[in-house]
């Protein structure tokens, strides 16, 4: 184990002992040869895991993943409860195999999500948080409680309606014990939606992506194996 080829993308990451290859996430398609990695490690916050994955998921081979949560939630890494990067590194210059779960995929058209999608207020209060990434409030999740302080009387008057509308969604798959009530899913089957629109706002954990198609094609897609405990 010793000698297994370890990619870092988003951060430069040395360890005595074993071979690290350090990549910008803007240096992932000139990247030819991910396939013949072991691991990837995947520093950032969910948003960076899900626009890393968007580039590699579709890989005949996929290397384990070891997230280096820096964001202000990492809800992915707090689901796995993942160690450490230090800790990974370690277990495996000592020619151990760290323990790994399985992280499910799903795509909504051509766009993947690991954990979250939807128009309902996720969409506002995350247009509403990047809005307030400024300042000593930028970094941490203070800007999210502010922008949930801010939007509940309009949460509390609409979410309602937005729960009764075939044209609202929020998926949440940490809840996936209520399948569904209403526009909201906690658990991820093939659906389709029809927004009667052309451009549309879509939160994707924690990103927003601009969809410029009238109807939404969402659906699992496999998975992802995550380093974790």
């Known amino acids: 184990m010793p000698n297994c080829k370890i990619l870092s993308i988003g951060k430069e990451i040395t360890y005595t002992g074993l071979d690290i290859t350090s990549i910008d996430i803007s240096q992932i398609t000139k990247q030819h040869d991910i396939e013949q990695y072991d691991y990837v490690i995947i520093t950032g916050g969910d948003g960076r895991i899900r626009r890393t994955l968007q580039q590699l998921h579709d890989m005949e081979r996929i290397p384990t993943f070891i997230l280096n949560p820096t964001g202000s939630f990492n809800l992915v890494a707090k689901i796995h ?22 992280h499910h995929l799903f795509k909504l058209n051509d766009e993947l999500f690991l954990f979250s999608a939807g128009n309902m ?15 000593w409030i930028e970094r941490g999740a203070l800007k999210y409680l502010l922008a949930v302080l801010l939007l509940l009387p309009a949460h509390l008057l609409l979410t309602p309606f937005m729960l009764m509308s075939a044209r609202k969604f929020f998926i949440f798959t940490p809840f996936r014990f209520i399948k569904r009530f209403g526009s909201f899913y906690g658990e991820v089957k093939e659906m389709t939606i029809d927004l009667q629109n052309h451009h549309n706002l879509i939160e994707l954990d924690g990103d927003v992506v601009t969809i410029e198609e009238n ?15």
């Open 121 to 135: 207020g996720d969409l506002q209060h995350i247009i509403l948080s990047e809005t307030m990434r400024f300042g």
């Open 215 to 229: 109807t939404l094609y969402i659906r699992p897609v496999g998975y992802i194996q995550i380093v974790i405990k």
């Open 81 to 102: 409860q993942t160690p450490k990067v230090e800790e990974v590194l370690e277990l495996l210059a000592k020619g151990e195999t760290p323990k790994k779960e399985k």
